[in-house]
């Protein structure tokens, strides 16, 4: 029974109150007040004694009502249970169900944080097809969790027990935009105990707190503010190379993308020059290499070779990116 019959059966044992309050005044010739006190009481079977001495047809009228209220009650009380019974144990499937999905995953996203940056990054890994765990600490969110149809996890990010449930062991990254920055800062440092090899992102807002965040392990810091005010500056020195970069970055109103690869071995590319790979032919750009040992290459010559953990930064357009992306990457 869901909430409509709980309303429903609310409603009866209401009318059941208004008709033994009109029975006691018809019968009795008692107030109002007194009738319903009465029905009340029997209904409820908290063994109070009569308001009044009862005449024959009026005991024999509170013993089918003792009846009514009784079974009335307990299966109200039934259905209560079953319901908290029923929705204990929905919620426990369904979080076991998402436990061995998110078991499944690997080289995913973890996002602590489902606030408004928290939802905004969720999204763009949802249009890129990246899998990724949320991670908040707010059970208020889990219907909201649940209809975006993504995989989280319910608790504090900092939690040893929360990270390894989202898969920490198996993530390659970990984004944290909770709006505390020492939790940011307790939350990057268990990250970083529980996976030496994770790459995290961190949120900040007080900029006293970027040091701690480094010695904790964050790859990358963010700070909104900083980052609104230099773009709004950079809209107003250079507004022909910010609408320029704003064309490639959004994706949702161009054709123009970018994305990295990270060479690994036996891929198609590895070991050759970018003049053998001919990608300029086909729309796609290398606009720049960070070598393994940190060494970058900016517009890098078509006789460059591209070896092992370099990091390729292609930019490109047309329907066709994201495949010959693929097929740059494909092992041999």
């Not at 409509?4 to 010739?29: A, D, M, Q, W």
């Not at 070598?291 to 930064?313: M, S």
Request: proline letters at 2%; glycine letters at 8%; one cysteine or more.
């Amino acid at each position: 029974m869901g909430p409509k019959g709980i309303l429903k059966l609310s409603f009866s044992f209401l009318l059941l109150l208004l008709f033994g309050s009109y029975t006691y005044h018809y019968l009795e010739g008692w107030g109002l007040l007194d009738s319903l006190y009465m029905t009340f009481i029997t209904l409820s079977t908290v063994g109070y004694g009569e308001v009044h001495e009862l005449s024959d047809s009026g005991r024999i009228f509170t013993m089918f009502l003792i009846l009514g209220g009784v079974g009335h009650m307990a299966y109200f009380m039934a259905v209560i249970f079953h319901l908290i019974i029923d929705m204990r144990f929905n919620t426990f499937f369904r979080r076991d169900k998402m436990s061995k999905s998110i078991e499944k995953l690997k080289g995913h996203t973890i996002i602590c944080g489902y606030g408004q940056m928290g939802k905004l990054i969720s999204e763009e890994m949802i249009k890129n097809h990246h899998p990724f765990v949320i991670i908040d600490s707010n059970s208020e969110l889990e219907e909201e969790l649940k209809k975006a149809g993504v995989y989280y996890v319910i608790g504090n990010g900092s939690d040893d027990s929360i990270l390894e449930t989202a898969g920490i062991d198996r993530a390659a990254s970990l984004v944290t935009t909770v709006t505390n920055d020492s939790e940011n800062v307790f939350i990057t440092l268990t990250a970083k105990t529980l996976n030496k090899d994770i790459r995290i992102i961190s949120r900040v807002f007080d900029d006293s707190t970027i040091p701690k965040l480094k010695k904790a392990g964050a790859f990358k810091i963010i700070s909104p503010y900083a980052q609104a005010s230099q773009k709004m500056a950079q809209s107003i020195i250079n507004p022909a190379v910010d609408d320029f970069l704003e064309v490639i970055s959004n994706e949702g109103r161009t054709e123009y993308r970018i994305a990295d690869i990270i060479v690994k071995d036996k891929m198609q590319c590895a070991g050759k020059a970018l003049k053998d790979i001919k990608l300029k032919e086909q729309g796609v750009i290398i606009v720049g290499i960070r070598r393994e040992n940190g060494e970058r290459i900016f517009a890098p010559h078509k006789d460059v070779t591209i070896e092992l953990g370099d990091q390729l930064i292609a930019m490109g357009s047309g329907a066709n990116f994201t495949e010959l992306i693929s097929s740059m990457t494909q092992e041999n």
